[in-house]
């Protein structure tokens, strides 16, 4: 097993997953006036995301990298799109959810992708695999919640 490999896809994950932090604050407050049920649900995955941050950090270093603490390039496009899209949407809060969702299957198929590598270590793949299933919960619920808003 390649530990440079496994640092490198450990560090996508983070930026990744600060991309989540980060789309996450730019939605904050956009639905809840008309969706306040969901408030809950989106708040647990805020928390989610921040736990797995700090697994990731902890793991990079456990194997010996630096944590590459940022976001995405293609996460920054992906905000820029949301702001356009706010901008022209006739119902702000239903757009706000369709991007929560978007971004959410987004980071599933990257952890999914992450671990059909075969190049992460069986520690790596026990967290990996733990925060697929915690995003995959956390993304059907509100997606089940989406629909019925």
């Known amino acids: 097993m390649n530990n440079d490999k496994t640092i490198s896809i450990l560090n996508d994950l983070l930026n ?8 996450f604050a730019k939605v904050a407050g956009k639905a ?6 969901l408030r809950p649900a989106y708040d647990d995955m805020v928390a989610e995301a921040w736990d797995m941050k700090e ?3 902890d793991l990079i270093q456990s194997k010996g990298g630096n944590p590459d603490d940022q976001t995405s390039i293609s996460g920054a496009f992906h905000r820029a799109w949301i702001d356009i899209k706010d901008t022209f949407a006739s119902d702000k809060a239903e757009s706000t959810l ?7 299957k ?12 075969g190049e992460l270590c069986r520690e790596s793949e026990a967290v990996i695999g733990k925060h697929l299933q915690q995003l995959s919960v956390s993304y059907n ?9």
């Open 141 to 149: 619920k509100f997606k089940v919640l989406e629909k019925i808003s």
């Open 98 to 104: 369709e991007n929560v969702v978007f971004g959410e």
């Open 32 to 37: 809840w006036e008309n969706y306040n049920d």
């Open 106 to 117: 987004a980071a599933i198929d990257a952890f999914q992708n992450a671990l059909n590598s």
């Open 16 to 23: 990744i997953t600060n991309d989540r932090i980060a789309g």
């Open 55 to 57: 697994e990731l950090i």
